[in-house]
């Protein structure tokens, strides 16, 4: 079992940054992809959108949409996932989700509760 919690969301203006935090208990937490969704205001269907995913060895991987802006990273250690988010705009308003799954497997066995980012003046 695994227990994910985010932090470090808010209200930023536009072009700002922010550095989310996701920290993990439970056991193995190395072994997980680690990921990050999102899902915007109104999304149909309350869809969850794949922004970045990062491997137990470091790969890394991005939704077009935010390539150049975002970097994912984790500590192993500290059993803590982030997600670097940089100029920001009003379309990645959202609430964030860390979430974790099994390498090979399509869907997250575990998500958080999720961290709300606003991007607006």
């Known amino acids: 079992q695994v227990q994910l919690v985010e932090s470090g969301g808010g209200l930023v203006q536009p072009g700002g940054s922010q550095r989310l935090s996701c920290a993990a208990s439970?056991?193995?937490?190395?072994?997980?992809?680690m990921a990050w969704y999102r899902q915007a205001p109104g999304a149909p269907g309350e869809q969850r959108e794949l922004?970045?995913?990062?491997?137990?060895?470091?790969?890394?991987a991005y939704a077009d949409s935010v390539k150049g802006r975002f970097t994912i990273s984790r500590d192993n250690a500290k059993n803590t996932v982030y997600l670097q988010v940089n100029s920001l705009k009003p379309e990645d308003t959202a609430v964030y989700y860390c979430a974790a799954r099994r390498p090979g497997w399509a869907r997250p066995d575990y998500w958080g509760q999720g961290t709300q980012v606003t991007v607006s003046t």
């Open positions: 439970g056991s193995s937490f190395s072994r997980y992809v």
């Open positions: 922004v970045a995913t990062i491997t137990s060895d470091g790969n890394t």
